[in-house]
């Protein structure tokens, strides 16, 4: 099948739209009709070649979409599906994945099609690389299984497609590796996409104090309306002062 994709084909130089060439599912793909995607710093790294890897591809790793197909061993999404797509694919075999920790997989790969197989995306015969094994700067992705999570047919797709990306690892981060407790001071350096996103788990973890900084005032403003309780404006002309002695005297001394 065709389909319009972005084809990054040269370090520093932009995405063209090219039409692609777009294999039917294996037993175990799924095929989805991309919605929305958000544009990842690490997109815009890989096309700067500050993130190397085999071109030509399609970039894009923040999607959501709807089921347009299912392989035939597919069980765990159907045709009309809405569905996030993320970067933590899995084989569902390995000692890992049996022990309950996929996002641990040792064996990838099996994610992939092998060395010799009719490609999944191909542009004029030659075979384009999966960025992040999803190409989802495209109108259809055509991934693996474990690539995709079903989600609520009332969620808005524009929004569900940050969940692949932004708000796992910035929720993760709170959750997960920081670890925040109820009660606790959290400072986030930075309120971009992620760091937003940071502050929202923070929330939910039940800090009591989430200190946002960042250098651009509009978006301590933002940062506020996702839980932020105090911000900090940084630079050499902010109000706040320096950031650091600021933040102590917040925090009564730093966070936790």
């Known amino acids: 099948m065709k389909a319009n994709a972005a084809v990054f084909t040269e370090i520093g130089k932009d995405l063209t739209i090219e039409q692609i060439d777009i294999d039917d599912p294996r037993p175990n793909e799924v095929l989805v009709r991309t919605a929305a995607c958000g544009?990842?710093?690490?997109d815009v790294h890989f096309a700067k070649g500050a993130i190397l890897g085999p071109i030509p591809t399609v970039p894009g790793h923040e999607p959501a979409g709807v089921v347009e197909a299912v392989g035939s061993e597919v069980n765990s999404v159907e045709v009309g599906d809405h569905v996030i797509a993320c970067t933590s694919m899995?084989?569902?075999?390995c000692n890992q994945c049996l022990q309950g920790r996929p996002y641990l997989c040792m064996d990838r790969r099996q994610c992939q099609r092998k060395k010799g197989d009719t490609p999944r995306l191909s542009l004029n015969g030659e075979k384009l690389t999966q960025f992040a094994d999803l190409s989802a700067f495209c109108e259809k992705m055509l991934v693996h299984e474990s690539a995709v999570v079903k989600i609520d047919k009332d969620i808005p797709l524009a929004?569900?497609?940050?969940?692949?990306?932004?708000?796992?690892t910035g929720v993760g981060a709170a959750l997960n590796t920081a670890q925040v407790k109820p009660g606790s001071s959290v400072a986030v350096f930075g309120v971009g996409g992620i760091g937003i996103s940071i502050i929202?788990?923070?929330?939910?973890?039940?800090a009591r104090q989430i200190?946002?900084?960042?250098?651009?005032?509009?978006?301590?403003e933002t940062a506020k309306k996702f839980g932020a309780t105090h911000t900090l404006l940084g630079g050499p002309d902010s109000p706040d002062g320096d950031p650091v002695k600021a933040l102590k005297k917040l925090s009564g001394g730093g966070v936790d």
Not at 159 to 168: E, K, P
Not at 201 to 206: E, K
């Open 159 to 168: 929004s569900a497609a940050l969940v692949g990306c932004a708000v796992t």
């Open 39 to 42: 544009v990842c710093h690490s």
């Open 200 to 206: 929202q788990g923070a929330r939910i973890a039940g």
């Open 211 to 220: 200190i946002a900084i960042d250098l651009v005032p509009s978006k301590l």
């Open 90 to 93: 899995f084989c569902g075999k």
